[in-house]
């Protein structure tokens, strides 16, 4: 039976990465009160349902390069990011083929950002390194 679930943005929590680095700027906190660098997981998807999730990074916060196993979409909300020689911003998507590597750094006011998988895909691979990455809700 088809369905109609609409998430509001207090009904997720925030959360922080364990595999980031532990850095003051990351867990400074915004007026939403949630911490600077962060992630929400907005639709957790399924082997046969989309995924989305909601990210922001703290000013010029580095993510290493790597891949993912599924293809992705990612959606600029407010903030820069630098791709490679590219700076994208506010209103700017970002395609990622599933298996291709690449990396960004946010921009000098930080980066919140949605990205969206055809299904779940919860791998994370560093150039040399397969890993799946536990993104369970935490209270």
Known sequence: MAKVR???PEQKPWQISPVRAEHAEARALL?????????KIREPGSETTPQLVE????????????SHDEDEIIYVLSG????????IG???SLYIAGGVFYGFTAGPEGV?????RA?????FHLPG????????VTS
């Open 90 to 92: 506010a209103g700017a």
């Open 129 to 136: 390194k397969r890993q799946i990455i536990d993104t369970g």
């Open 6 to 8: 609409i998430t509001t």
């Open 119 to 123: 299904r779940d895909d919860r791998s």
């Open 80 to 87: 820069e990011m630098k791709v490679g020689t590219r700076t």
């Open 55 to 66: 990210l922001r990074m703290h000013p010029h916060e580095e993510v290493a390069l790597h």
């Open 112 to 116: 919140h950002f949605l990205n969206f």
């Open 31 to 39: 007026p939403d009160g949630g911490p600077a660098s962060a992630y």
